[in-house]
């Protein structure tokens, strides 16, 4: 088991990027819609324009959830996505077929860690990131490495979740409903008076996989942080993860 406190959230999806909507999202989710894009004024023009929409997505929801303080720089961030920046990766694969050639750069920007890096680039962050997927427990891999760096001295964490929707070729795939958004949750050692949330798992070879539902469930997570709901189960390739809110 391992346990933590959110002293801090952001997020943003098409029609929320204020809290308090993200609030009255929660006591009724619906599936996020709509064109718009983060303006990220946070970051240099000229940085930004390389930047697709699920990175500005993920950037803006990061800079939204930094302190403010010059230690921040310092702070370790774990990036979690199930599919990252796959459209580039598919734009990558369509420059193959065609024979046309490869740009070095759509290359740089197309890894798992892009995004990341583009962030650690434009606000100067000196401290450790990485960047992960764990199919429908990322959101729970993610935070079990956020556990794993506070229990190494970390003062905090940050944990970034972002998604978009998988390109129609591969949109039969989709095990779950896939809108755009990006949240942040700032993690620390439990702090008396903040959200504290408890998550352990344990196999569950026997059990079905949890429907899908309206949400994803990274975002159907976000939602039970802000609703105060007490638990939230989900069970996925034989294991059950079971969120606990404490205090």
């Excluded at 990252?84 to 197309?110: C, K, N």
């Excluded at 940050?158 to 795939?173: D, G, K, Q």
Aim: charged share 20%; net charge negative.
């Amino acid at each position: 088991m391992i346990e933590f406190s959110i002293v801090d959230w952001a997020a943003w999806a098409p029609g929320l990027s204020e809290r308090s909507q993200w609030l009255g999202w929660a006591d009724a989710p619906s599936l996020p819609q709509g064109e718009d894009t983060p303006a990220l004024a946070e970051i240099p023009a000229m940085q930004r324009r390389r930047i697709e929409r699920l990175g500005r997505m993920a950037i803006q929801a990061t800079c939204w959830c930094e302190d403010g303080q010059g230690a921040d720089r310092e702070v370790p961030l774990v990036f979690a996505s199930r599919h990252g920046d796959v459209a580039r990766s598919m734009d990558l694969l369509g420059a193959l077929i065609s024979e046309q050639p490869l740009s070095p750069t759509a290359f740089g920007l197309s890894v798992h860690n892009a995004i990341a890096a583009l962030y650690s680039i434009a606000r100067g962050h000196r401290g450790n990131y990485l960047a992960l997927a764990a199919g429908r427990a990322t959101v729970e891999a993610a935070c079990l490495e956020a556990a794993g760096l506070l229990a190494d001295g970390a003062r905090e964490v940050r944990v970034v979740v972002y998604e978009s929707p998988l390109p129609e070729i591969y949109a039969t795939f989709a095990d779950e409903p896939d809108p755009f958004f990006a949240w942040c949750w700032r993690l620390t050692a439990p702090v008396a008076g903040q959200p504290t949330l408890t998550l352990h798992w344990d196999a569950a070879p026997d059990v079905a996989d949890t429907a899908p539902g309206t949400l994803p469930h990274a975002l159907d997570l976000h939602r039970f942080l802000l609703s105060g709901a007490a638990a939230l189960d989900h069970v996925t390739q034989g294991q059950r993860w079971c969120w606990r809110r404490r205090g």
